[in-house]
């Protein structure tokens, strides 16, 4: 029987990638976490043996902790961080559960620098246009919530990726750019394994605007140029990439539940008027 403080697989499912979603923390013991080293999107790892050290750190916010079968680690968990003052849910079945669901798991090998908590630090080219907004909302969205990003000349991504250890991305000759016809958000939404059917959407219509065939997509010339105009609204890029983070927001949402949903100017005149008209 599911707990009253607990969640379903299917509902967190529907919250991945909303900006006002639960706080995921994976609290699985070392020995699971070896034999499956991946997490549910946008999570971090915390140790659940000192929970009532950090506990504290998310007074007030809504979590669901992640163990690997919903049970004793999770539930202590979410107790605790509700004696401090959280909104906390276990997810029911745990890790196996949304595993055989086949939702998906970030490989850990995929997060540079393995880092499971969080703040990974990105740079790229200075004066974003699409992919790179649309890389950064994916990866605070889906991968880590706390990551940095450097916009840099385009002469100096190299050399501030080795001084700062950050690491490049939409430029040539690195590991996450461009791969064929593909842009960058496409490798990254293969490389992090998020084969959300939403995000297969939008990745088409993110490639098609970024790539200059916006005849893959008609919904390409909209992203093309709400970007453009973005980029002409906002000398700051970190400006530019808070306001695009809504835009990919409101994509996403698109992209998950309304393509099928028309819209018509409907006159103040009633039917049987216009007929008579």
Sequence with gaps: MASYNSISVEKLARLAGIPKGPIVIDVRDDDDFAARPALLPASTRRPYATVSQWAADYRGLWVVVVCQKGKKLSEGVAAWLRHAGAQAESLEGGLEAWAAASLPLVPISAIPGSNTGGGSVWVTRSRPKIDRIACPWLIRRFVDPAASFLFVAASEVEAVADRFG?????????????????????????EFGLNFPALQRLSLIVRAADTDRLDLVPEASGLLAASLGLSRMFADDLEQLDAGLILYDAFYRWARDATQEKHEWVSHVSRKGRENE
């Design 166 to 190: 950050a690491t490049p991305f939409d430029v040539e000759g690195v590991f996450w750019s461009h791969r064929g016809e593909e842009c960058t958000f496409d490798t990254m939404v293969s």
